[in-house]
């Protein structure tokens, strides 16, 4: 089809229906569009199908592009535009229809090869579409748009290696940007998944830093961190803050960098910047409890875990901190709130149990001690608190049982071994 709009014509129906709807007058623009599709020649349509298509009216395009199919089957650009707007639209077996009419030896080949692999990409059927996009690029092989393709495919297969290929071959070419997609953001990305950390930072500072966004800042910032260079994380996730404190996702990531430098009043005001901007989510709120509770606030530490838990009441993790919260404080009628017959969690059920074991609930701490027992047989804290408790509670031939497996852990604890002799010795 020809590509200059016609606009010099008193009837055309398709300049005077885009002027409505740039002036906003969508229901003479819906008039005027039924009017050029019944006078306006093909040309002019095919021009406003291409308008109004990248202003996101794809049935208006389709409907277009399919009026103008019936007149020129031999056309094979006009079935390939209808596929893409098919795709789109999730109607995948008409858009197979529609590439199915282009022969391979059309000029529009390569780019009804395109269309198809992104038909099979909305279907996850990647090898497929690996597979036309490979054939697209033996027929092109110095082809941008394809190349960018096969890099997006793979980035999306996370097969990292190979997008690096195909977005070094566009860097090469002096092509940085291209479909609104950052190049060098992507192979930085690419690099850095594939573990390749120094390669990945190499290419985030080539970045201008007009192109940066928070997206682009918070992965760099998080190879920074990846490479435990902790200040210039803090640096770049900083950034992010500032250039747009409701971007809740680099907080935790953020508060991270403070966490290894220990800088802990830092933390917490990030942590409590993050809940600003993000108020129901339950790991900020455990986030922020860690913050308070190396900031020694307890009464922060207590409402942070209490939100966690209110927001998230089945989280194990929000629950374990809260019950080592009560427990360590002596409130242990508070973590029997969270006593319950369905505990899987080995630490959940090690701290029940010792709160069983304070409030003199023996045997419930009993059943708790043995239930967290095969999950944590390697950890000597469990093991020395399981002993005590059998020792207070007359179980010696367990208390001895324990004993030894905890020597075996902790040898050097002299004070265990005399207490393991003295009952092995009144034959336990």
Known sequence: MPVKIMNNEEANYSKRALDALESGQIDEFNRLYGWALRKDDDETLYNLAGELYALGFD????????????????????????????VDQGENDRALANLEKIPEDSEFYVSALMVEADLYQTEELYEVSERKLLAAEQLAPDEPAI????????????????????????????????SQINIVERLAASYAASGKFEKAIAYYEQIH????????????????????????????????????????????????????????DKGLTAAQEGLAADQYNPDLYLLAAEMAEHAHDDELVEKYLQKAVELAPDNQAAI????????????YAE???????????????????????????????????SAA???????????????????????????VDVARKYVKLVPTDLNMQDELADLEVQGY
Request: charged share 25%.
């Open 209 to 264: 830093d007009e192109d940066l966004t928070p997206d682009i800042l918070m992965q760099e910032g998080i190879t920074y961190l990846q490479l435990n260079e902790v200040q210039r994380a803090q640096t770049v996730l900083e950034k992010v803050v500032d250039m747009d404190a409701s971007y809740s996702s680099v907080y935790p990531y953020l508060i991270d960098a403070y966490r290894r430098d220990e800088e802990w």
């Open 335 to 369: 973590t029997l709130n969270y006593a319950t017959d369905e505990i899987t969690d080995a630490q959940l059920n090690w701290n029940v149990a010792l709160a069983e074991w304070k409030t003199e609930d023996f045997a419930g701490a009993q059943k708790h001690f």
């Open 147 to 178: 190349q960018l393709a096969l890099g997006e495919l793979y980035y999306t297969m996370q097969d990292y290696p190979k997008a690096v290929t195909y977005y070094l071959r566009l860097i090469k070419q002096g092509i940085p940007m291209m």
């Open 373 to 399: 027992a095969n999950d944590l047989a390697d950890s000597a804290p469990f093991l020395l608190d399981w002993y005590h408790f059998s020792k207070e509670n007359g179980q010696l031939e367990q208390a």
């Open 320 to 331: 374990i901190r809260i019950t080592d919260f009560y427990n360590r404080q002596g409130r």
């Open 59 to 86: 049935g208006k395009a389709l409907r277009i592009y399919e009026k103008l199919i019936e007149r020129y089957p031999g056309d094979h650009e006009l079935p390939v535009l209808a596929a893409e707007i098919l």
